[in-house]
């Protein structure tokens, strides 16, 4: 795969003068703190176009987490249970679709059902359900959640273990007609009790939420109603994005300082019909649009495996083949095993390989991406909750379907859950 050539770095003439400029940035960092050393980049830029100096402008950062390990906020949850349970509810969630299309099998077990893209986003939501969201109660006038519509089985999943539907409603999946069954997504016209906002029409969720993010800081401006610590929570698909609707709003929710607004986009790099760009990078496409409007952009990409690695990654070339590597090809290597991994992705620069000759092949292989680790959405949750001043988009990066399946398959235990 190629993508567009991009255009070539100026040649570095005094490569000592550019150490001590970058030494002189780092002891602002460690002595006065990113607030002052942000001050002083802001002015020297202004100083430059002040001498009509044509400036390299760029919406995006790089391809690396936003949040730096020593930065992130502790889980406080017991993390190994939290991973049984959620083993529980994908098992669950993956029987359901199943079990609804063996009901009539002379019609081809058509009744369809999305079982990846919750595996896909399992984490996230497990983060938010048991850390931070709430209902309404006497205390808090509840948070509003627009779910991702394809991954209504996972909620339904989970909505059973809590003992808030039953095995025969699970068993009608997407065959609500006679009130016993579950619709096939967010509807709640049909379980009014149970869902919030409809949200499959795709694109109109995040516009829907924009506005109803806005309707809340008026209501709480008038004196109308307290919804000072309610937030609106938005879960959307990397393809999803597409939709004009997706993004027609976004300028309007950075302009109103809509701080109680929290888009999750699940960049699983997939879409029904194939990689989303898979010649070029999706994620950083959406880090120009949602920083060039406003937004505070949080990237999730790598797991704690990979921060070590980083760690010893001096010269930048581990980044720079993060960087350099398409969606295209980040599919392929989740295709494919550990083995593929070494040779296609470290095997292009002989120092990223040197990087990981302690590890086997299905060390690896196990290195995450960043939607899959409990501790890291946690901490991206945490940063987006704790943001003032501006809406929050967090790009997520994880894997579709399969993988997720067979390790929820391994880590579930042999007296299986009932679906």
């Given at each position: 795969?190629?993508?567009?050539?991009?255009?070539?770095?100026?040649?570095?003439?005094?490569?000592?003068?550019?150490?001590?400029?970058?030494?002189?940035?780092?002891?602002?960092?460690?002595?006065?703190?990113?607030?002052?050393?942000?001050?002083?980049?802001?002015?020297?830029?202004?100083?430059?176009?002040?001498?009509?100096?044509?400036?390299?402008?760029?919406?995006?950062?790089?391809?690396?987490?936003?949040?730096?390990?020593?930065e992130e906020a502790r889980c406080p949850g017991n993390i190994e249970i939290e991973e049984r349970l959620r083993a529980y509810m994908r098992w669950n969630a993956m029987a359901m679709v199943v079990k609804a299309n063996r009901h009539n099998p002379a019609d081809g077990g058509d009744l369809g059902g999305h079982i990846g893209s919750f595996a896909s986003l399992a984490h996230m939501f497990g983060a938010g359900f048991n850390h931070f969201w709430h209902a309404e109660n006497e205390n808090h006038g509840g948070d509003c959640l627009y779910i991702q519509g394809h991954v209504s089985p996972g909620v339904y999943a989970r909505a059973y273990l809590e003992g808030r539907l039953t095995e025969e409603q699970l068993l009608n999946f997407r065959q609500e007609v006679d009130g016993k069954g579950l619709s096939s997504y967010p509807h709640p016209k049909l379980m009014p009790e149970f869902w919030q906002f409809p949200t499959v029409s795709m694109g109109l969720g995040p516009l829907m939420a924009i506005y109803q993010a806005r309707f809340l800081k008026y209501l709480h401006a008038r004196g109308i109603a307290n919804t000072e610590n309610r937030k609106v929570w938005v879960f959307c698909g990397d393809g999803e994005m597409d939709e004009v609707e997706s993004l027609g709003a976004i300028g309007l929710a950075a302009r109103e300082n809509l701080d109680n607004l929290i888009f999750v986009v699940n960049c699983n790099l997939q879409r029904l019909d194939g990689p989303v760009r898979g010649n070029g990078k999706i994620v950083q496409e959406l880090?120009?649009?949602?920083?060039?409007?406003?937004?505070?952009?949080?990237?999730?990409?790598?797991?704690?495996?990979?921060?070590?690695?980083?760690?010893r990654d001096k010269d930048g070339a581990l980044r720079k083949l993060m960087m350099d590597t398409l969606d295209g090809d980040y599919q392929a290597f989740k295709a494919n095993d550990g083995a593929y991994v070494r040779k296609h992705f470290f095997g292009r620069d002989p120092r990223t390989l040197e990087m990981v000759s302690h590890l086997s092949d299905n060390d690896i292989w196990n290195l995450k991406r960043g939607g899959h680790d409990p501790q890291k959405v946690y901490a991206a949750y945490h940063q987006a909750v704790n943001t003032k001043g501006q809406p929050t988009v967090l790009l997520i990066k994880t894997v579709k379907g399969l993988e997720w399946a067979r390790r929820a398959r391994a880590r579930t235990p042999s007296t299986k859950p009932r679906s």
């Amino acid at each position: 795969m190629t993508a567009a050539t991009p255009q070539q770095p100026v040649q570095d003439l005094d490569s000592q003068e550019t150490r001590e400029w970058m030494d002189a940035l780092s002891a602002v960092i460690e002595k006065a703190g990113p607030e002052r050393a942000h001050f002083l980049l802001e002015g020297l830029l202004e100083e430059a176009r002040q001498h009509s100096i044509d400036l390299p402008f760029s919406a995006t950062t790089g391809y690396v987490n936003t949040i730096e390990p020593t930065e992130e906020a502790r889980c406080p949850g017991n993390i190994e249970i939290e991973e049984r349970l959620r083993a529980y509810m994908r098992w669950n969630a993956m029987a359901m679709v199943v079990k609804a299309n063996r009901h009539n099998p002379a019609d081809g077990g058509d009744l369809g059902g999305h079982i990846g893209s919750f595996a896909s986003l399992a984490h996230m939501f497990g983060a938010g359900f048991n850390h931070f969201w709430h209902a309404e109660n006497e205390n808090h006038g509840g948070d509003c959640l627009y779910i991702q519509g394809h991954v209504s089985p996972g909620v339904y999943a989970r909505a059973y273990l809590e003992g808030r539907l039953t095995e025969e409603q699970l068993l009608n999946f997407r065959q609500e007609v006679d009130g016993k069954g579950l619709s096939s997504y967010p509807h709640p016209k049909l379980m009014p009790e149970f869902w919030q906002f409809p949200t499959v029409s795709m694109g109109l969720g995040p516009l829907m939420a924009i506005y109803q993010a806005r309707f809340l800081k008026y209501l709480h401006a008038r004196g109308i109603a307290n919804t000072e610590n309610r937030k609106v929570w938005v879960f959307c698909g990397d393809g999803e994005m597409d939709e004009v609707e997706s993004l027609g709003a976004i300028g309007l929710a950075a302009r109103e300082n809509l701080d109680n607004l929290i888009f999750v986009v699940n960049c699983n790099l997939q879409r029904l019909d194939g990689p989303v760009r898979g010649n070029g990078k999706i994620v950083q496409e959406l880090e120009g649009e949602f920083r060039g409007s406003g937004w505070n952009v949080i990237k999730l990409l790598w797991g704690s495996e990979w921060d070590s690695l980083l760690a010893r990654d001096k010269d930048g070339a581990l980044r720079k083949l993060m960087m350099d590597t398409l969606d295209g090809d980040y599919q392929a290597f989740k295709a494919n095993d550990g083995a593929y991994v070494r040779k296609h992705f470290f095997g292009r620069d002989p120092r990223t390989l040197e990087m990981v000759s302690h590890l086997s092949d299905n060390d690896i292989w196990n290195l995450k991406r960043g939607g899959h680790d409990p501790q890291k959405v946690y901490a991206a949750y945490h940063q987006a909750v704790n943001t003032k001043g501006q809406p929050t988009v967090l790009l997520i990066k994880t894997v579709k379907g399969l993988e997720w399946a067979r390790r929820a398959r391994a880590r579930t235990p042999s007296t299986k859950p009932r679906s």
